[in-house]
């Protein structure tokens, strides 16, 4: 099966090395190389630029102002997995092989097929080294969907979606070898405050506190692949685990926001869920500034290297912020504005993502647009940016997104035919969007027949369902679900699923 998919997308990519480095009349050097930041369970208002009050977030609105936002991009699912399996297959979730987050033994989710073609396998074969530093989870160790065995040169990181959501874990893996961390023991990410402890002495929460915080790690493991590669075109996938709880921050990145006098309780996780920490707010507004820290070291080694000027960078999060309210006080951070729901659900708070495209004198600097977008379309944009412009929609090769050069280059794009999205989770859930209208359906696997219509342009909170007033519109969304999505034997969707063919 791989020679078969080496072969096919051999000879695609050979032909596609003859082309006109051209775009839109402009001349665009052969080749940018290309950083994907992806944030974890990041809200729609969590940064800045994106209009967050409470928490500071100076390198992500610099590489806003440089740049352009996306403020009608969406992420490829409502939690991890799937998420990221639109983002690096290009299938929307109707098609795509990962459709809700699923374990596997003894470690990792459930794979990526072999079959399937991911951006690191597209860019890999026209000569870029490709790395991915951070969370996987798209296959375990040794599996088909290893990491390595989907077009990445390196991996430094998490595999498992589980193992991290512990920041002070006792290993990583580099490629196929676990390196070990000086956390002994590692720090839960799951636990309770230990019998006995009083939840209001901040010493009780001390055993949450590990030394080696694998962000750093991670982090200077991607410094270390810009520096290695500055020479050749990369795409360095950075998948930072921040702000996913638990709540585990070092002290020093936790001080400066203590000093805010935010007196929220303590979380005790005394109905289970991951580890305590004395002051949540304190600590998960820490987080968020850590994660963009993280991305000005990235940006600035960029700019140490020379490399900025030819380096496509994007900015996005796998899916809205956590529903763990005593955890994250997503009402307290106003994390998703205006929007309703968050990660898990499919109203907009759970999948519009706060997203930022950067690539001096080709992207315009300091510029917005609201064109709706998605993450299957990263496929055929970075495609046509690195000169594989004919990318063939077949089911040996996938796809599903439309090429965003246009809006990203001109601020002018033809309005998308509809996006759709679909979560068994959760109660089972899809959404249609065409326009300014979206459908919404919930609860499915429970029986429920109630649809949702709404005007997103009149109504982005999604508060009023004109299902009742606009039936010709209700009827035209769900007869155009049945035509874009394929059944699902491993992710059913019910009631539509009551069969299907392997993975579609």
């Not at 002051?279 to 700019?303: C, K």
């Amino acid at each position: 099966m791989l020679c078969r998919k080496m072969l096919v997308i051999g000879c695609w990519f050979a032909c596609q090395l003859i082309r006109t480095e051209f775009l839109g009349g402009a001349e665009i050097p052969a080749r940018p190389s290309i950083v994907f930041i992806l944030a974890d369970d990041l809200g729609y208002r969590e940064l800045g630029c994106f209009g967050q009050q409470k928490i500071r977030t100076p390198n992500l609105d610099r590489l806003a102002a440089r740049g352009m936002r996306l403020t009608g991009h969406y992420s490829g699912n409502a939690v991890c997995a799937p998420s990221r399996c639109v983002l690096l297959t290009g299938r929307h979730p109707g098609r795509a092989w990962i459709r809700n987050n699923s374990e596997a033994q003894p470690e990792g989710q459930l794979p990526i097929p072999d079959e399937e073609l991911t951006i690191a396998e597209m860019l890999k074969q026209q000569g870029y080294v490709t790395g991915a530093f951070g969370k996987w989870g798209l296959g375990g160790p040794g599996s088909e969907g290893d990491p390595l065995n989907q077009g990445f040169d390196h991996f430094f990181g998490y595999n498992c979606q589980r193992h991290a959501h512990s920041y002070y874990p006792d290993y990583l893996w580099q490629d196929r070898r676990k390196i070990p961390l000086q956390n002994q023991p590692a720090v839960p990410g799951h636990a309770k405050l230990p019998p006995g402890s009083d939840p209001r002495n901040p010493a009780a929460y001390a055993a949450f506190q590990g030394t080696d915080y694998a962000p750093d790690r991670i982090r200077s493991a991607a410094v270390d692949f810009l520096r290695a590669n500055k020479e050749r075109p990369f795409f360095l996938y950075f998948p930072s685990t921040l702000p996913h709880v638990a709540l585990h921050v070092p002290q020093a990145d936790l001080e400066p926001w203590l000093k805010q006098g935010w007196h929220d309780p303590p979380f005790t996780a005394a109905r289970g869920g991951y580890t305590p920490h004395f002051t949540p707010r304190a600590a998960y507004a820490a987080m968020i500034s850590r994660l963009d820290s993280d991305v000005g070291v990235l940006l600035d080694e960029l700019d140490r290297l020379q490399l900025t000027e030819n380096t496509l960078v994007v900015f996005s999060a796998d899916n809205g912020t956590t529903h763990l309210s005593e955890e994250v006080d997503a009402e307290f951070f106003n994390s998703v504005g205006e929007l309703r729901g968050l990660k898990g659900s499919l109203y907009e708070g759970g999948v519009r993502v706060p997203t930022i495209v950067s690539w001096p004198g080709r992207i315009p600097a300091g510029t917005e647009s609201d064109f709706v977008s998605g993450f299957e379309d990263w496929m055929p944009t970075l495609a046509e940016f690195t000169g594989a412009r004919d990318v063939r929609r077949n089911d040996s090769i996938g796809g599903d997104g439309v090429s965003l050069v246009p809006v990203l280059t001109t601020l002018q794009q033809t309005e998308r035919p509809w996006l759709y999205r679909e979560f068994p989770g959760y109660g089972g859930q899809l959404s249609l969007r065409q326009g300014p209208w979206k459908l919404v359906r919930q609860n499915l696997s429970k029986g429920s027949e109630t649809a949702e219509l709404y005007n997103l342009e009149t109504d982005p909170g999604e508060r009023t369902n004109l299902a009742a007033e606009h039936p010709e519109k209700l009827t035209t969304l769900s007869n155009l679900v049945t035509e874009i999505r394929r059944p699902s034997k491993l992710f059913p969707l019910r009631p539509f699923d009551q069969g299907g063919n392997r993975g579609q």
